[in-house]
C-alpha cells in the first residue's frame, strides 16, 4: 500500500482531516432537517454507531435555522449541506454548524460565495468543495450564472473516464475544472480551509477525478462514490473505488452513500477501512464462507457471533472458522478464534489453544473468551 497523501489539516470542531490524522467515518441524516428532535434522535443513534462527522441537508431557511438546536443537542460535528441559496449557509454559520459543503455546480455567483466565504473566515471553519457529477455547471458555464439552463447542459454528452480519445474534453477535466475554479476564487479570497469531493457514481470516473486533483492540491481530501446504491450493492461499489485511492493513500475522510439506514454507512465506512489496516475500531470478524467440508452450521455462528460482536468496541479480531483446511490456521492468527469440527469446537486465544467444547456451547464459549479480552 501506498504511503498516505501529505495534506494540510483542516479541523471539523474537534475532528482533525488531513495531516496524518485518522481517516475519519462520516454519514447524513436521512430525516427532515426541520423535524429536529426526529434528527438529533438519528444523529444520536449515529454517534452510537461509531460516526464521527454527520452532515445535514439544508433545503430552506426553517432547515438553516433548525440547525442551531440540532447543533447544541448533538455531540459529533455537524455539516451543512448547502445548494442553491447562499443566505442558507449564512444562517448555518450563525447557527454554529463546524462545516459549510458548496456545490459549485449550483453555487457560482461569486458576490455571493464572497459572502459565504468571509463569514467562514469569521466563524473559523472549514468549506467543502463538493463537486458531483450529478450537479456539475454546464460545459462552458464554469463560474458564470446566466445563460445556461440545468437541463441544456451538455455534460451528460461528455465522456466518462476511459471513453475520451486524445485531447477530448471528458466529464473528468470537467470536474477538475469546477473544483479547481472553486479553489482559486476560495484563494484569492485569502481562504485555504478547505476539504474535497469529486464524487460520480461511475467508479472509474471517481478514482481518475480523484487521483489527478489529488496530484494538483494540498487540500484533504473527502472520498465518496455517490448514490452508490442499496446497502448490498452500494457497499461493493463503494468498496471497489474507495479501495483503490485508499491503498494509493488517496483519502482522508469517507462517506458511503446508499439507500438504506445511515447506520449501514458507518458500519461500511469501518469495514472498508479496516480491511486496509486504516481503521482499528470495534471487532474485526473473519468468517469461513462454508463448503462441503463444514461439520457444523459455520454460516448460522457466524452471523450469530457478528450480531453479538457488533456491540463491542474492543479493538480485536475474532474468527470463526468451519473446517479443518484454513480453521486452526486463521482461529490461531486471531485474537480469538473457534476451529469447528464434527460436534465439537476448538477455541484459541492469542494463537493458544483453550477449551474444547461441544457444538451446543460453541457461541457461549467462544464469547466468554471475547469478554475475557482487555479492552
Known sequence: MNKRRVTMPVYVGDVK???????????????????????????????????EIIRSAVPDMEAAKAMRDIKEQIRIPLIA??????????????????????????LRNEDQVRLVVEKAKERNIPIRIGVNFGSLPPVGGIGRTRGFSRHMDMVNRLPKAGEATAGQYSIVDHMLATALWEIGFLERNDFDNIKISM???????????YRRL?????????????????????????????????????GDTIRVSLSGDSKDEVVAGYEILKSLNLRDKGVTLVACPSCGRA?????????????????????????????????????????????????????????????????????????????????
Do not use: W
Open 214 to 250: 489529488a496530484e494538483m492540491v494540498p487540500y484533504p481530501l473527502h472520498l465518496g462514490i455517490t448514490e452508490a446504491g442499496t446497502v448490498q450493492a452500494g457497499s461493493i461499489r463503494t468498496a471497489v473505488g474507495l479501495g483503490v485511492l485508499l491503498y494509493e493513500g488517496i
Open 295 to 375: 461439520d457444523v452450521d459455520v454460516v448460522k455462528l457466524a452471523n450469530e457471533v457478528d450480531a453479538l460482536v457488533k456491540q463491542n468496541n474492543k479493538n480485536i479480531k475474532v474468527a470463526v472458522m468451519g473446517c479443518e483446511v484454513n480453521g486452526p490456521g486463521e482461529a490461531k492468527d486471531a485474537d480469538v478464534g473457534i476451529a469447528a469440527g464434527a460436534g465439537r469446537a476448538i477455541i484459541f486465544r492469542k494463537g493458544e489453544k483453550v477449551r474444547v467444547v461441544p457444538e451446543a456451547e460453541m457461541l457461549t464459549a467462544l464469547m466468554e473468551e471475547v469478554d475475557r479480552i482487555p479492552a
Open 17 to 51: 482531516v488531513g495531516g496524518g490524522a485518522d481517516i475519519s467515518v462520516q454519514s447524513m441524516t436521512k430525516t427532515d432537517t426541520r423535524d429536529v428532535a426526529a434528527t438529533v434522535r438519528q444523529i444520536h443513534e449515529l454517534e452510537e454507531a461509531g460516526c
Open 81 to 106: 449541506d448547502i445548494h442553491f441559496h447562499y443566505q442558507l449557509a449564512l444562517e448555518c454559520a450563525d447557527g454554529g454548524v463546524d462545516c459549510l459543503r458548496l456545490n459549485p455546480g449550483n
Open 199 to 209: 464524487k460520480a457514481f461511475d467508479v472509474p470516473t471517481t478514482v481518475e477525478a
